[in-house]
């Protein structure tokens, strides 16, 4: 099975920085990689797909890219209202592996 | 507009099973394929299998085989995921999720989900 390692798995950054979070997978998966946000308490909420397509309704400064093995997830200006856990996810033959989580909090 | 909405909390003890509905709403049931993702408490997100609504094929994670079923019934739009010989590491949320796009047959991201399940596993 292929597995996904997030890095860092948390970090504490000021509003308005710009905040980068990690995937790699253990093979390639060429750009079938999805990103989740799970705010406290709630639901996950898919933020991007293929890599690097956002969901409708997301804000602009989410952005993700990579293919193959490397991805990335990019917050260009965190906000107060992006504390949340990030998950990525490889979806292209079972089983849907998730990464292991990254904590965004504010400095 | 797809809507999942999940049967309610449970206890249970240890060595018994729990059965956990999702009830789809707002499309065509045998459109989207249902995964299903469990959280214990503070940790992360655990992909566990999932079920073709349409002829009802499924895929575990190989943690959960022969330990899980996955079922619907395509009459009431809605499906079922049974977990057995519950133990005390079974106790979490569990969601069922909607594929992000018709026809694309569980290779696809999860676009929706339901509202989440806790079960809880205590003696």
């Known amino acids: 099975d292929i597995e996904m390692t997030q890095s860092p798995s948390s970090l504490s950054a000021s509003v308005g920085d710009r905040v980068t979070i990690t995937c790699r997978a253990s093979?390639?998966?060429?750009?079938?990689l999805a990103w989740y946000q799970q705010k406290p308490g709630r639901v996950p909420k898919l933020l991007i797909y293929?890599?690097?397509t956002l969901e409708s309704g997301v804000p602009s400064r989410f952005s993700g890219s990579g293919s193959g093995t490397d991805f990335t997830l990019t917050i260009s200006s965190l906000q107060p209202e992006d504390v949340a856990t990030y998950y990525c996810?490889?979806?292209?033959?079972?089983?849907?592996?998730f990464g292991g989580g990254t904590k965004v909090e504010i400095k | 507009q797809v809507q999942l909405v999940q049967s309610g909390a449970e206890v249970k003890k240890p060595g018994a099973s729990v059965k956990i509905s999702c009830k789809a709403s707002?499309?065509?049931?045998?459109?989207?394929?249902i995964h299903w993702v469990r959280q214990a408490p503070g940790q992360g997100l655990e992909w566990m299998g999932l079920?073709?609504?349409?002829?009802?094929?499924?895929s575990f994670a190989q943690k959960f085989q022969g330990r899980v079923t996955m079922t619907r019934d395509t009459s009431t739009s809605t499906v079922y995921m049974e977990l057995s010989s519950l133990t005390s590491e079974d106790t979490a949320v569990y969601y069922c999720g909607g594929d992000r796009h018709a026809y694309c047959a569980g290779d696809c991201s999860v676009g929706y989900w339901g509202q989440g399940t806790l079960v809880t596993v205590s003696s």
């Open positions: 707002g499309y065509t049931f045998t459109k989207y394929y």
């Open positions: 079920i073709n609504p349409s002829g009802g094929s499924t």
């Open positions: 093979q390639g998966i060429s750009n079938y």
């Open positions: 996810q490889k979806y292209k033959g079972a089983p849907l592996t």
């Open positions: 293929g890599a690097s």
